[in-house]
């Protein structure tokens, strides 16, 4: 009688080493650790030690995904002008802003790179191509410690700081110019923003004296901000990744301390996940998304990276006899 391996034939495939992009289902064996492995999903948000960036930073912007992400500005030993590309495993120095400046927004990917606004007080905006930093048109409010979020040719820059004053003002970036639109309908600076220019969300931040975080979430449409549910842990300083629909935001800081919690938002509320950072950090930088992200640099000053794989991204599991 034929036996059904020499039917079917052998479906696991033996490798020496794991899959580069398996798909989600496949197995094989690991000859060189010896272990069934198979291709499933994250049951619940991770955060993972990444490459450590090559110098110290905080108060700078990120761009990209996790697997190509940015890294620009900021505080340093090696300058305000300072940017890094990260592959997923390790940072290498780019070519360096046209400006040394903190405290700015970002948005677009490693390739197509937006650097606006900062400290000392500006609106100028530079577009990075991968090799080089460019000035472009400049923003209509100067500002810094804003939230930005979105594409090189479809950006979103929020709130921030005109000394003596609290901005709440919106501006738009279509590749070429900014336009101003509707306000915010909090004033705030040390903002947190992500998402995209029709789904933009804003987390936390400061009103001024004393240095207590807020709670408070505003979500942009595209047209107009409405104010969403309050954060669990007001912060300010903070980082997120995501859209007004699914988010989540850590770190940041209030009143002498800095935090390590991650909150989720659905859209409408949020809470308060299990996944800690393993550096509590405040002005730290992110780049990706809700599911697979990456946060870097911060302060107390670190050169720690940490990588975020959310809940149902892809990962790599070990299977074992139950």
Known sequence: MAEYINIK???????????????????????????????????????????NLPSPLYSGAGAGTQT?????????????????EYNGTSWTP????????????????QTAGLAFAG??????????????????????????????????????????????TLSAATEEYDGTNWTTVNSMNTARYQIAGTGTQNSALAIGGRLGPPAIGLSTT?????????TGGNLN?????????GTSSLAIGFGGYSTGASFSSTEEYNGSTWTTLPATLATARRYLSSAG????????GGSPVTTSTEEWTGAGAPTTVTITAS
Not at 126 to 139: I, P, Q, R
Not at 218 to 226: A, I, K
Not at 233 to 240: D, V
């Open 68 to 84: 190509a992400a940015l890294i620009f500005g900021g505080v340093g030993p090696v300058g305000k002008n300072a940017t890094y």
């Open 94 to 109: 780019g070519n360096n802003l046209n400006r040394p400046v903190e405290q700015l927004a970002g948005a677009g990917t």
């Open 289 to 296: 998304t809700v599911s697979l992200g990456v946060t870097m």
């Open 233 to 241: 842990t007001a912060r300010r300083a903070s980082a997120g990744l």
């Open 218 to 226: 505003e979500q942009y449409d595209g047209t107009s901000w409405t």
């Open 9 to 51: 034939g052998q479906n696991i495939e033996v490798v020496a080493s794991d899959p580069a992009n398996p798909t989600l289902g496949q197995i094989w064996y690991n000859s060189t650790s010896n272990t069934l492995k198979g291709d499933g999903v994250t049951t619940a948000g991770a955060w993972a030690t990444g490459g």
């Open 119 to 164: 400290e000392p007080t500006s609106a100028i905006t530079e577009e990075y191509d991968g090799t080089n930093w460019t000035t472009v048109n400049s923003m209509n409010t100067a500002r810094y410690s804003l939230g930005g979020c979105g594409t090189q040719t479809a950006a979103v820059g929020f709130g921030g700081f005109i000394p003596p």
